[in-house]
């Protein structure tokens, strides 16, 4: 009689193995698991070695190819360079979007320079503004000062 909404499955159910019985290596899983997995293990360790056999032999063509030779030019090549047969005098051309990145990248670092130095528009602009700022709040800062120079004449004329 099942339990629940979940049906039971036709091969059982589930057997959960204890933290007891795993430590005292009594669990009931099947023994045949660890031979699969050894299996499957040595398979991989197999299938590697072989890779790289192939590796070593030249690449074959399969199916018509080896037969006919054709000039596709959507046809991706392997790029499979060995690191003695790399030019490395030889420079990369870049594509457009990268030198255009490069460009722009220049460009602003150029423009940055000279509106360190003051010499582009927008770094005029913003040194009169921060001089004219600069005289409006060292007239408020005159201002202040008289007028707290006047209290304090109006606090001592008080006293008086």
């Known amino acids: 009689m099942g339990r629940g909404k979940f ?50 032999e030249s690449e074959k063509a399969k199916g018509p190819q080896a037969v006919i030779q054709i000039e596709n030019p959507n046809l991706v090549k392997p790029k499979n360079l060995k690191a003695r047969d790399v030019d490395i005098e030889k420079t990369t051309e870049l594509s457009r979007r990268e030198r255009e990145e490069i460009e722009r990248q220049r460009a602003h670092e150029r423009y940055m320079r000279l509106q360190e130095q003051g010499k582009t528009e927008q770094a005029r602009k913003d040194l009169e503004r921060l001089a004219l700022i600069r005289q409006q709040r060292a007239e408020a800062a005159k201002k202040r000062e008289e007028e707290k120079a006047a209290k304090e004449q109006k606090k001592m004329e008080a006293r008086k």
């Not at 159910?13 to 698991?33: D, I, N, Q, V, Y």
């Not at 660890?34 to 590697?48: F, R």
């Open 7 to 56: 049906k039971g499955k036709p091969t059982g159910r589930r057997h959960f193995s204890t933290p007891e019985e795993m430590l005292a290596g009594s669990s009931t899983r099947p023994r045949t698991f660890k031979k699969e997995q050894a299996e499957a293990e040595e398979d991989e360790t197999s299938d590697v070695q072989f890779e790289e056999e192939s590796e070593d």
